[in-house]
Nanobody, 126 residues
Framework: QVQLVQSGGGLVQAGDSLRLSCAAS????????MGWFRRAPGKERELVAG????????YYASSVQGRFTISRDNAKNTVYLQMNSLKPEDTAVYYC???????????????????WGQGTQVTVSS
């Protein structure tokens, strides 16, 4: 079992940037892919970005492609989500998540992730 503690988030204006961080403990961080999800009011939880265990491969939802960047520092057991050019439609609660198995590549489904951070609110005003 891995414990995930998130930081970052808050209230910003459209066009601003934010960086979310997620610190992991409890197992070998570098062995597992990581992801960032979000849930907006009235919507399903969606995968925003995912990164492979080595950091060589990443996935982005089309809605954030070119604006968000996921990265990881395996020496610090931390995964990041850099969010630029934020839009009001990015408003949501954001969650980091850890893959529940060791695999090659980036998992894409909610069921692939076995551990979740506490969530952090990101609000983008127009």
């Amino acid at each position: 079992q891995v414990q995930l503690v998130q930081s970052g988030g808050g209230l910003v204006q459209a066009g601003d940037s934010l960086r979310l961080s997620c610190a992991a403990s409890g197992r070998t961080f570098s062995s597992y892919a990581m992801g960032w999800f979000r849930r907006a009011p009235g919507k399903e939880r969606e995968l925003v970005a995912g990164i492979s265990r080595s950091g060589d491969n990443a996935y982005y939802a089309s809605s954030v492609q070119g604006r968000f960047t996921i990265s990881r520092d395996n020496a610090k057991n931390t995964v990041y989500l850099q969010m630029n050019s934020l839009k009001p439609e990015d408003t949501a609660v954001y969650y980091c998540a850890a893959d529940h198995v060791v695999r090659v590549g980036v998992p894409l489904g909610v069921v692939d992730f076995g551990s979740w951070g506490q969530g952090t609110q990101v609000t983008v005003s127009s």
